[in-house]
Nanobody, 127 residues
Framework: QVQLVESGGGLVQAGGSLRVSCVGS????????MGWFRQAPGKEREIVAA????????YLADSVKGRFTIPRDNAKNTVYLQMESLKPEDTAVYYC????????????????????WGQGTQVTVSS
């Protein structure tokens, strides 16, 4: 059973930076594509960023391009979401997600591909 634990959320001023982390256990982390999703109050959960199992391929939503990155460290079973130039509209609960074992090296943006989810971490950006 794969378990994902996020950390690093918090309160930050607009224009600031924050890094959230997700540590995976219970499986072969390097075989999973990983994604970060977020859900703001009253809104649908949306994809923010995704990374392939090797880390070579990434996807970033248009709303975060140029501001966020999604590095991963397979030796540490960890994927990060590095957030720069934060805006109040980035305020949400951020969720880490993992696919099952993959043979391809795609960065998946479709929510239904992800079978494992963390508990979420709150990120609040004040204006």
């Amino acid at each position: 059973q794969v378990q994902l634990v996020e950390s690093g959320g918090g309160l930050v001023q607009a224009g600031g930076s924050l890094r959230v982390s997700c540590v995976g256990s219970g499986g072969t982390f390097s075989s999973y594509a990983m994604g970060w999703f977020r859900q703001a109050p009253g809104k649908e959960r949306e994809i923010v960023a995704a990374v392939s199992r090797s880390g070579h391929n990434t996807y970033l939503a248009d709303s975060v391009k140029g501001r966020f990155t999604i590095p991963r460290d397979n030796a540490k079973n960890t994927v990060y979401l590095q957030m720069e130039s934060l805006k109040p509209e980035d305020t949400a609960v951020y969720y880490c997600a993992a696919t099952g074992p993959r043979l391809d090296d795609f960065a998946y943006r479709v929510r239904s591909v992800y079978g494992y989810w963390g508990q979420g971490t709150q990120v609040t950006v004040s204006s």
